[in-house]
């Protein structure tokens, strides 16, 4: 069975506590037999964060790699777009 996981809470080389709990749930079922698992996870993205100052969390995740390995599980990284000025219902 294939599974995959889309999430915003997941560890990262930036932030290699961040979303234990999930962390910990997908390791555990990509250990039962015949399951692989990816995520799909999703991060703050500013845009022209160089020419301005970007928020602490999205300029800290700017260089983040599209793909990386966490814990033996795929994670793709999906950049979202987040507006500082505009706030956060819109930025989803």
């Known amino acids: 069975m294939r599974v995959l996981a889309i999430t915003p ?4 080389r930036r932030e290699p506590r961040f979303g234990p709990f ?13 399951v692989s698992i990816k995520v799909l996870c ?3 993205y ?3 964060s160089n020419l301005m100052k970007a928020p602490k969390r999205a300029a800290l995740l700017a260089d983040l790699p599209p793909e990386d390995i966490v814990d033996g599980i795929p994670v793709r990284y999906m950049k979202r777009l987040y ?3 505009v ?5 989803l």
């Open 22 to 34: 999930n962390r910990q749930q997908f390791a555990a079922l990509s250990a039962l037999p015949d």
């Open 87 to 91: 706030g956060t219902p819109v930025a």
């Open 46 to 48: 500013v845009p022209f």
């Open 42 to 44: 999703s991060v703050p």
């Open 9 to 12: 809470l997941f560890p990262n």
């Open 83 to 85: 507006v500082p000025a």
